[in-house]
Structure formats: C-alpha cells, structure tokens
C-alpha cells in the first residue's frame, strides 16, 4: 500500500497514565515538521494496550488517501499475519512519472488554454469582512477551526429530491448556495473559488496513497441576476467543465491568476466514496474525521476491538492558501462545516454565516415547490431570518430615550458645567492612560474658549477642528461651543485637497489643529486670507498667524 514513493515514519513511547498517552500525541501533532508523508506515533500503556496518532501532509498525502491507508491498516489489523497484500500495478512514483508524459503534458496545455479563456485578470479579489483588517496572512502562520454545520436530515432528503427532479447534483447546489452567501457577505457578482478536485477517480490510481488533488479556479459572474433555475443550471455546467478540465497544476494556475488572485475563499465537498472514488465505504465516516465533521459525536468509530477518533487537532498539515472552506461529505450522510482562519474571521461571525447557508438552501426548495425558481432572482435572495430583519430595520433604529426637558433644551457644554458643579472630581475621560476629571476638563476648555473669543471669533462661525482622537479633541470641541462658534470636525484621514476646500468653503479664519497633522496643512503656507491655526503640543498650544 505504502509504495517507494513515500516515505513512512513510526514512533513508538510507553506511558503509565491515559493522561500522558494524550499529551504525548497531542505534542507529536503541533508540533509535526517531519518529511515524512506520514508519521504515526504509537503510546504503549503497562496494560498492553495502545494509543496510535496519525498525522499526514497533505502535500503528499490527500484526504482520500489518508482514509485508504486507514482502511488497509483496519484490514491488516483484522486479519493478523494471515493475509498477504499483493504488489500494487501502479506505484505513485510511477504516477508522478506519468503526468511527465508529453502526451500529458499537451493534455494540461488544452486545459490551461480552457481557463485562460473563461478567466480575465481584471476580476475583482473576493473580499469577505473580517476581524482583523491589518492581518496579512503568512505561510505556514495561519490557524484554523472547523465549525459543523447542522443540517436537518428532512433537509438533506429535500435536497436530494429537487437535484433528483431538476437532474442536477447534489454538490451543485451545495456550491450555489455557497457562492450567493459569498457574494452577500462580499458584496459582490463577480469573484473567483478555488473547487477542489480529485484524480483518484482514475482507476489506475484508486488503490494507491499519494497526492490526487487539485485545486482549480471556478469563475462564476451573476451580476445579471439570473433566476434561481438558470444560476443553478450555470453552476452545474460550469461544475461539470472544472472536473473535466481539472489537471492543470496548481502552481501554472496561480502563475497565470496572479497573486492578487489567490483563493480567499475554497470548495472541498467529497461525494459517495464506493460509487464515485471506488473506495471501501468506510471511506465516507473516516473523511468526515478527517475534515472535523465529526464535531459532537458520541460513539467512536469501532474497527474490531479499535476505537477510532480525532484527537482534537487537525490531523492533516494542508496547502491550500484560503481563509475560508465549505468542506463536506454527500453521501450516504450529507455533512457539511465551515473551516475558517481564526485570525481573520470570529467564530460568531461563521455561526451566523452557517445559518445563512442554511436560509439559502431552504430558499433554493421553498422556489422549486412554489415554481418560482425562475421568477425569484438570486440577487433578491433574503439570508436573515425573520427575527434578524426585525432586529435590523426596528430593534437597531429604535432609539428613542425620555430625556427630562431641562436636560434637552440645554446645550452640550451647559451640561458639562453643571456635571462640574456635581462631581467636580469625577472622572469625565480617559484616553491612552491620560485621566481628565471634569472640573479639569472644563477649565482648560474655558482657557481656550476666552482666547478664540480673544482673537475675534464670530458667533456661530464655523471653526475647523482637525485632531486626531484624544483629550485635546473633546477640549477643542467643548471651546468652540462655549466661544459661540460652530464645529467643523475633521478627520486627519482626509485627503490634503479635501481640507483645504473645506477650509475655503467654510470662510475659516481659525484652524484648530496639531503637529501631527502638518503635512496635511502644508497649502497653508500660500493661504491669501487671515487664518490663524492653533497647534496642539502635548497639553499646551501655539498660535501661527497666516498672511
């Protein structure tokens, strides 16, 4: 089974303590850098029993070959030193010799040219919200979690039914689906996946372990919002072509995408293991261990005498570069989840994402019973369920608070007097470590608020505060209201050319600003009329006059 072409390593640790035999694996598992294609460590208790942990790369070892291993050791294990396995007729070296093959070779050409003309490289980089707005992902850097997707089994007979009745695949639709709730939390029509592909549907590869997969670039623009019938049928085509178009390298597809085209978001969804892999069907429940399915359950996988169960990592080092995967198995149990970069996304924000999936897919049976799967447009697919549209359009905006009369016919800067003659010694700020109480506060907004009455501030004249947040910036705001005089706020985010037509729309003859925000005031210097520009340092200001 394990050929000339692998390299295959085992361990072997005794331990006292169940305890123990779990920290030995789990150690063994983060911390897997061997060359190996796979390693197995094997714990030996003083009963005699055993505790095996099996890692694999995945950039020699694919899922399918991984569960194939696991069912050939099941077999040798059942059978004892009976059985003898016969020499396998092809050996994956001898595969890796036959995808060198000119004949190969021109056949991946063809395939190339195929997505050369279905992709230009002017389609938009899918761009998901995220939590982490500064995080850049690094390799070998990025962690991930697999949440499970929880599918009603009247669901999944209703899926079957209508991909039955509309002679389509099941994994069409799942695909659909996933691509309308991409397109949603992206905001966009227009955006490429990476569709997961595998060669062991080759006969002459189907009893070998090695590396079968492929990652392939999967097109989909529905910015004219076609109907549910025709997005379905477009999917399942373009499905269809992907599959028979599926052995160009990964690494000549990226090269011609570019890396501004690298898959943010991935498809790994595996069918039935005996009718579409050849595989023995104990292949469908270890690929759902495999892929973190298995979230929750209570019964390990008992192999005669042999309890087999993830051990709470994930048991295969992956390659591909996404931040986002729709994994699952079809058949004979349709289990699907969410594998998601932890670093870049919130595990609420994938909860929400998994009920949403499942609003699509509901949507998708409730179009086709009621006839409608023409008439309702993907682009008018509504994912928030009816409490969430509640809480949106009526809970968020409502807003109305019983403020007493006297409190809403005063202004801002009257109510901070009067909180100063209250709590004088209250804390009204804090910013970066830096505390104002608001008797502090209110002095040092009064010492401002005398000099721009000083220099000549008009009554509700607009005053340009541009400050970045902090002390300074509530004090220069709490000034302004007491001079008389009407707040402009600024965002030192704000292009040059953007202040300065404020400034000039605005008629302002003062500017309060400060050192950091220089270089945006920098057209000043030839400024024709007065204006005079208050600069904050620290806790103190400065005054340059502009002629």
């Known amino acids: ?71 050939d050791v099941k077999l040798l294990y059942e059978s004892g030193n009976d059985i003898i396995m016969d020499d396998l ?15 190969w070779l021109e056949k991946q050409s063809q395939q190339l040219a195929f997505f050369q003309n279905q992709i230009s490289l002017d389609i938009p980089a899918l761009e998901l919200p995220k939590c982490n707005s500064y995080y850049t992902r690094k390799n070998g850097t990025a962690v991930f979690e697999e949440l499970c997707i929880d599918i009603p089994d009247s669901l999944s007979d209703l899926l079957r039914s209508v991909a039955s009745d509309l002679q389509i695949s099941l994994k069409s ?39 079968f997969e492929n990652w392939m670039p999967f097109h989909m623009d529905f910015s004219d919002s076609p109907g549910l019938g025709t997005f379905l049928a477009r999917c399942e085509e373009h499905l269809k072509k992907i599959q028979s178009n599926h052995d160009v390298p990964y690494s000549k597809l990226k090269k011609m995408l570019g890396e501004s085209q690298t898959f943010k978001a991935a498809f790994e969804v595996y069918g039935h293991a005996v009718d579409e892999y050849s595989l023995p069907a104990l292949t469908s429940r270890l690929l759902r261990m495999v892929l973190g399915l298995e979230e929750g359950h209570s019964k390990p996988l008992e192999l005669s005498g042999v309890s087999l169960f993830p051990i709470g990592h994930e048991p295969m080092v992956d390659w591909c570069e996404d931040d986002l995967r729709l994994v699952g198995v079809l058949s004979p149990v349709l289990k699907l989840g969410f594998r998601y970069n932890t670093e870049m996304f919130e595990s609420t924000m994938i909860e929400r994402m998994s009920v949403h999936f499942i609003r699509v897919l509901t949507t998708f049976i409730e179009a086709y019973h009621h006839k409608s799967n023409q ?27 019983d403020i007493p009369e006297d409190i809403r016919a005063s202004c801002i800067h009257h109510l901070v007097e009067k909180q100063v003659l209250a709590t004088p010694d209250a804390i009204a700020m804090e910013y970066e470590g830096t505390k104002l109480t608001y008797k502090q506060l209110d002095e040092r907004a009064n010492q401002l608020a005398n000099f721009l009455l000083l220099i000549g501030v008009q009554h509700e004249s607009p005053i340009p505060v541009l400050l970045h947040r902090g002390t300074n910036l509530l004090i220069s705001w709490l000034a302004v209201l007491k001079a008389g005089a009407a707040i402009m706020p600024m965002d030192p985010a704000f292009p040059s050319e953007r202040i300065k037509l404020m400034v000039g729309d605005g008629e302002s003859t003062i500017l309060i600003t400060e050192s950091l925000c220089q270089p945006k005031t920098s057209f000043f210097d030839g400024h024709t009329s007065k204006l005079i520009c208050i600069f904050w340092n620290m806790d103190s200001y400065r005054v340059i006059s502009c002629d």
């Open 1 to 71: 089974m394990l050929n000339g072409g692998l390299d295959f390593s085992v361990e072997s640790v005794d331990a006292d303590k169940l305890h123990d035999a779990h920290l030995l694996v789990s150690n063994f598992v983060t911390s897997y850098e061997s060359t190996s294609c796979i390693s197995v460590k094997i714990v030996r208790f003083a009963d005699k029993s055993d505790f095996v942990g099996i890692v694999a790369k995945r950039q020699f070892v694919d899922p399918l070959s991984l569960c194939l291993y696991v069912c």
């Open 89 to 103: 007729e092809v050996e994956y070296h001898q595969y890796v010799q036959w995808k060198d093959d000119s004949v």
């Open 173 to 211: 639709i799942i695909l659909s689906a996933y691509m309308v709730i991409l397109g949603q939390y992206a905001e966009s029509t227009d955006f490429i996946v990476g569709i997961h592909c595998s060669s062991q549907r080759y006969v002459e590869t189907k009893d070998i372990v090695g590396s």
């Open 375 to 401: 008439i309702i447009r993907v682009l008018d697919i509504n994912i928030l369920a009816p409490d969430e549209t509640e809480r949106l359009l009526t809970s968020f905006n409502d807003n109305k608070l």
